[in-house]
């Protein structure tokens, strides 16, 4: 079949990952105080299962899962809970969050768990394994792994796709994993290969990280079931519906999941995680994170403790003092930061500093004059500057309904290419989520 | 969209190195009337003026290039007025407008005074700089006296007289016509800009020359006595104007592809039909406000599959 490796429309920002690309992977310092909200995931918040006061070790289960679609959270730190209080978080909500101090004596040891054995474990034991691990989707979304695993009655998985894509601007943390960890990245796959029975692997990895891609061709063996696959360029093609275009030439249908297409996409870090946890049954504390940008002096890769606050980060890093926007995840799909108390969660992938200079003026939205830009960029194929106008006449029910607002995933290409700086994946965000509440309203 | 400007600029230059003081003043007036108005229209509710978003300019520009270089002021004025009043903001201003503001103003001209806009004056008269054409400057609400000679338009010479032009005459604008639309040559060098730089869908003027000169090609075909050739009907009037500078208005014209490719053809088509059986000899702006009327329902049924549908 003739597969052309690629997806329709999307766009090629500027890449801006060779200042960090090169770096190594590096242990962060522990801050002297941790701070641990407890929805660092979609889903129901983990239950706390400590007290005030109360003496932790590193790796020990803080809060629990309160449901199937929750994971747990452990200790990214041996020292004492300080205080329970609400904390805030990126999108301004207050959750619940534990205040830990770090033992400054302490050595830091991490506690080891029930190793899960890759070849007696069944596939439901693999599954509960990863739930335990507290393990999310690390590639910025923060989805519960075990709930994306779990292959829904009647349906199966044939390809697993392992997505090394980072299509996000300034982003580095991937790459780092894919050349730095490639064994945890094979006893990941090794694990999910059991628990969802697929019968082969893809790692899809972009043009620009070859040498990940060489290095990771380097450990496959003839008789294993997995290939990586090296695509062109495009943003956003580590979405998971344009990546199982590119790879597999499929579609997933409107309002499905990649399973019905029998597929299933796991990022390339979460892989490495459930590898390098699951054989030493561990909890996730830390993970890669790429701080950069124009803002800051110290940019690099690292390896930052959980609930690091946003503000000891700043300092080691030396951020400017002038810096006015930082961006949790990327430019085009991550949140601008509006509160510096917030700390570092599962999900953050990269830190994107910028200081004043170095940020135009908010620009003139002027109107749509409907020059189809958007049109040719969303991956998609959505008429975004139909929905913008729609937005604007809050025809939200219509834009669902007629124009398949609830497919777009906010990857904001049509934003990006829009001449007259019309907003348009912010209203589409904020238009799905009043559709949402009335649904649910209803 | 100061580059669309940038682009007609050469045609302005032509308009008035052909025509004389008259087009200059004809196409000034335009432009004037537009800011003016837009500029008032947006004090009078209370908006903050849109006057330097250039889009009133680029109205005004083309709108005094589709008129005869001797109407009265007057009536240019009105139609500056009415091209923004009517073709723009009533239905909410840039970006909502359904029609070709400049073909707006133009058509109400048309139907008002019939004969004043198709009073033709020849190109390249020796006193055009030393003398302004008493027509223009008309006082208002009265009817212009045309001095001397008046020049039929190509269009006009082949319709009621049955005379062609030369195509090579017509391609470099040595002919009678509006201010702006004989030479098709540099109208063709502003669009091939314009299209360079990505700020016009080049679809939509080649969708349009295509079908007009097939169309027109088959006619000729069938009975070369009768019908034009193609290449006449290609550089003649007012069409490369309005394909390559009104029909892509990106606001009146659909979004998708395949949907421009649908609004060009049936304009051609129309100019054809117009050109040839209506009782006009010029069918552009017609064609064009008809293309726009139809755009919304293309882009209905035009659409990109979405993905996973």
Redesign the interface.
């Known amino acids: 079949m003739f597969q052309k490796h690629t997806f ?1 429309h999307g766009i090629h920002p500027p890449e801006n990952k060779e200042e960090t690309n090169g770096l190594p992977i590096r242990q962060f310092p522990f801050s002297p105080l941790i701070i641990l909200p407890v929805a660092q995931h979609i889903g129901s918040p983990s239950e706390i299962r400590v007290r005030e006061g109360q003496e932790v070790v590193r790796g020990q289960l803080l809060a629990s899962a309160s449901g199937y679609l929750s994971v747990p959270l452990h200790s990214p730190v041996t020292g004492k809970i300080r205080k329970i209080k609400d904390v805030p978080t990126i999108s301004g909500k207050m959750v619940p969050g534990i205040y830990l101090e770090v033992s400054p004596s302490s050595t830091q040891e991490i506690l080891e768990g029930e190793p899960v054995d890759i070849d007696k474990a069944t596939p439901a034991e693999i599954l509960q394994a990863i739930q335990d691990a507290g393990i999310v989707g690390l590639g910025g979304a923060a989805f519960p792994t075990h709930a994306k695993l779990k292959i829904p009655e009647g349906k199966h998985c044939d390809t697993l796709i392992i997505n090394g894509i980072e299509c996000e601007p300034y982003l580095t943390t991937d790459h780092r994993v894919m050349l730095e960890q490639p064994e945890d990245i094979f006893q990941g796959i090794k694990y999910l290969l059991k628990t969802t029975g697929a019968k082969r692997v893809i790692i899809g990895i972009e043009a620009n990280k070859g040498d990940a891609a060489e290095r990771l061709k380097g450990f496959l063996k003839p008789e294993d079931p997995i290939e990586v696959q090296v695509v062109p360029v495009k943003y956003p093609q580590g979405a998971e ?1 344009t990546l199982i ?1 590119s790879i597999l030439g499929k ?6 999941l990649p399973i019905d297409v029998n597929v299933v996409v796991v990022n390339v870090a979460t892989t490495a995680e459930i590898g390098r946890l699951l054989p030493h049954g561990r909890g996730i504390q830390e993970r890669v994170i790429t701080i950069t940008g124009p803002g800051v002096q110290k940019k690099g890769n690292y390896l930052i403790p959980i609930g690091t606050p946003l503000r000891y980060v700043l300092e080691q890093v030396g951020a400017d003092e002038h810096l006015s926007e930082i961006y949790m995840g990327g430019p085009m799909m991550g949140v601008a930061v509006s509160n510096l108390d917030i700390s570092i969660v599962k999900g953050t992938s990269g830190i994107v500093i910028f200081s004043e200079e170095n940020v135009k003026r908010a620009e003139k939205i ?7 830009a958007c ?1 040719d960029a969303c ?5 975004p ?2 929905l913008g106008i729609l937005a604007k006449f809050e025809a939200y029910e219509l834009m669902a309904s007629d124009y ?1 607002l609830m ?1 777009c995933f906010e990857c904001g290409s049509c934003s990006y290419v829009c001449p007259s700086h019309i907003p348009l994946v912010q209203y589409f965000r904020l238009s799905k989520s009043i559709v949402r509440k009335r649904k649910s309203a209803a | 969209m100061r580059n669309v400007v940038w682009a007609m600029l050469p045609i302005v230059g032509f308009a008035v190195y052909s025509f004389g003081f008259s087009a200059l003043l004809v196409i000034v007036t335009a432009v004037g009337a537009c800011l003016i108005t837009e500029h008032a229209l947006c004090r009078l509710s209370r908006k903050e003026t849109t006057v330097s ?1 250039w889009s009133a300019a680029i109205t005004g520009i083309l709108l005094g290039l589709t008129l005869p270089p001797i109407l009265p002021l007057w009536m240019t004025f009105t139609g500056g007025v009415i091209a923004i009043g009517m073709g723009k903001f009533i239905f909410g ?4 407008n359904v029609f070709n503001p400049a073909l707006v103003g133009r058509a109400v001209l048309q139907a008002a005074f019939p004969v004043a806009i198709t009073t033709w004056y020849p190109a390249f008269l020796d006193d055009r700089f030393s003398s302004i054409s008493s027509s223009v400057l008309t006082l208002p609400f009265m009817a212009p006296v045309v001095d001397g000679t008046s020049g039929a338009t190509p269009l006009a010479a082949f319709k009621f007289d049955g005379v062609l032009t030369d195509a090579s005459d017509l391609a470099l604008g040595l002919t009678s016509g509006s201010t702006g639309e004989t030479s098709a040559v540099l109208i063709l060098l502003g669009g091939i800009y314009l299209a360079a730089r990505n700020f016009m ?1 080049w679809r939509i003027p080649l969708a349009i020359l295509m079908s007009v000169f097939v169309f027109s090609g088959i006619l000729f075909l069938w009975d070369s006595t009768q019908y034009p050739s193609p290449l006449f009907m290609l550089f003649s009037g007012g069409l490369m104007l309005g394909a390559v500078f009104m029909a892509t208005d ?2 009146a ?1 659909p ?2 592809s395949l949907g421009v490719v649908i609004y060009g053809s049936v304009i051609g088509i129309l100019v054809v039909v117009i050109r040839i059986w209506g009782g006009l000899p010029e069918g552009v702006m017609y064609a064009i406000l008809l293309g726009n009327a139809l755009s919304p329902h293309i ?1 209905n049924l035009v ?7």
């Open positions: 329709k519906k275009t579609e997933v249908p409107s309002g499905g002027y109107p749509c004059i409907k020059c189809g049109v991956p998609l194929s959505l008429n500057s139909k398949n497919d | 978003d201003g840039l970006g909502y869908n990106m606001v014209s979004i998708t882009d659409r990109h599959r979405v993905y996973g549908t």
